[in-house]
């Protein structure tokens, strides 16, 4: 299992026109195959008047689950192309789909190439790209006299709120890489002097902002 991988953060969707056909570029993270066929099947059916919908994806953070399709484009053209980019960005629980409205001029299989490789390029450039790390979620539960003082310590640290709930103090439910988190809650209890109260709930993969 790694440490940590790159990935994207929801939906990015991209537009070009090349040689009057339309290309329209869909990613997502998809976190397994059920996940990548699920988007797949939602994109082809929302442009299902398309010529084509290819698609590529790597489904998991090992880079060995991965399939492709040039969706009656010539052999080659588009979805292996398209899988290329998403190694070349070291990108992990990922797919693209690049659905192609036909403008009546053919491009030729390098023409094809190009453009499907590119159209999966620049969307990927623009997409919400996060670094999955292993983080330990816990429950901070802080007096309302030192939620101010605690607010700007998690902004100052990039730790993400999952969840702030209001009861008799506030519980803040705060995500931090697992590797960080005995310094950061030493300094949290330094910072409020003692008075918070600190339940660690779970480790998993979270997706810190880069």
Do not use: W
């Amino acid at each position: 299992m790694p440490e940590k991988y790159l990935s994207v953060l929801g939906d990015c969707r991209t537009q070009k026109t090349i040689e009057k056909s339309r290309f329209i570029t869909t990613s997502r993270h998809v976190e397994d195959e059920e996940a990548a066929k699920r988007f797949i099947a939602e994109i082809s059916a929302e442009f299902s008047d398309a010529t084509h919908n290819c698609y590529a994806y790597i489904c998991d953070n090992l880079g060995n689950f991965l399939r492709f399709s040039d969706d009656n484009e010539p052999q080659g053209t588009a979805g292996m192309p398209m899988l290329e980019v998403i190694k070349n960005n070291s990108l992990f629980e990922v797919a693209v789909v690049v659905t192609r409205y036909f403008g009546g001029i053919k491009l030729g299989a390098g023409g094809l190439v190009r453009a499907y490789s590119g159209a999966a390029a620049e969307n990927l450039a623009t997409a919400n790209k996060v670094m999955y790390q292993m983080c330990v979620e816990s429950r901070y539960k802080i007096d309302y006299s030192s939620v101010d003082i605690a607010l700007r310590f998690f902004a100052d640290s990039n730790a993400d709120i999952i969840n702030t709930e209001y009861l008799n103090e506030v519980h803040f439910t705060v995500a931090v890489k697992r590797e960080e988190e005995a310094l950061f809650n030493a300094n949290l209890i330094n910072r409020l002097n003692g008075r918070v109260q600190i339940k660690k709930i779970r480790e998993y993969f979270f997706p810190f902002r880069i």
